[in-house]
């Protein structure tokens, strides 16, 4: 059987943009994002509820050439829950193949074993405020490559604490950042700080600089709005 023909192949898109990178450890730099559509948690805290919603069907082909468009060398997949759609692998290996630093964000319910290598894994396991701690993977810790990212986002200090055990429980590759990020409106930045640094855990403090720069729900500039047809 010969192979399905990447025009052949769709993705459900809720919106294609440029901005710069408002988490990960690539922060602050200039970034193409695809945000596909479809997740399988509802998280109590969720800013992404638009990417619930079906989106826009685009072929693989189009969404690489309007991703590649600006010639951004930083392209982020992201979601709700990118690894739902069939595409995403396929997707991630063309990115890869043109030169472009992938990051991959997916919300740790699902294995992550099968994404390609080159693609710097995002994992944004949820704490007990979403409301979905328990259909994390936490075999997915050790499925993690040296330059992946593994983030906890932090609303109390229940949360903080189930991360630091979770981090107790589970021992990270080599060269994983580990990012802690304050819910945001939910909890003070400056509260979260002081106890990482109570706690002694070689974490990183991120901030969500996207909503700093745009409070709105706007990120930057948009490639896509839902409105184009594939």
Do not use: Y
Request: include cysteine.
């Amino acid at each position: 059987m010969s192979p399905i023909s990447s025009d052949a192949i769709t993705l459900q898109v809720c919106e294609l943009f440029r901005s710069i990178a408002g988490e990960t450890t690539r922060a602050g730099l200039p970034a193409a994002f695809v945000r596909l559509s479809g997740c399988n948690l509802r998280c109590g805290w969720c800013d992404t509820k638009k990417a619930w919603d079906p989106g826009t069907d685009m072929s693989l082909d189009r969404v690489v050439e309007l991703l590649l468009k600006k010639d951004d060398h930083l392209i982020v997949v992201t979601g709700g829950e990118p690894l739902l759609q069939a595409g995403t692998v396929e997707l991630c290996e063309r990115l890869i193949e043109r030169g472009r630093e992938v990051l991959l964000e997916t919300n740790g319910s699902l294995d992550v074993a099968g994404v390609p290598a080159g693609v710097r894994i995002i994992l944004d396991l949820k704490t007990p405020s979403s409301g979905e701690h328990e259909k994390m993977d936490m075999d997915n810790l050790p499925r993690l490559r040296s330059g992946d990212e593994v983030k906890f986002v932090i609303a109390g200090r229940g949360d903080f604490d189930w991360a630091a055990a979770r981090l107790d429980e589970h021992n990270l590759p080599e060269n994983v950042s580990i990012l802690f990020s304050p819910a945001f409106d939910l909890i003070e930045p400056k509260q979260l700080a002081g106890w990482i640094l109570e706690s002694g855990l070689a974490v990183r403090l991120q901030l969500q600089v996207h909503k700093i720069l745009w409070p709105g729900d706007a990120e930057g500039e948009q490639i896509l709005d839902g409105s184009e047809d594939s």
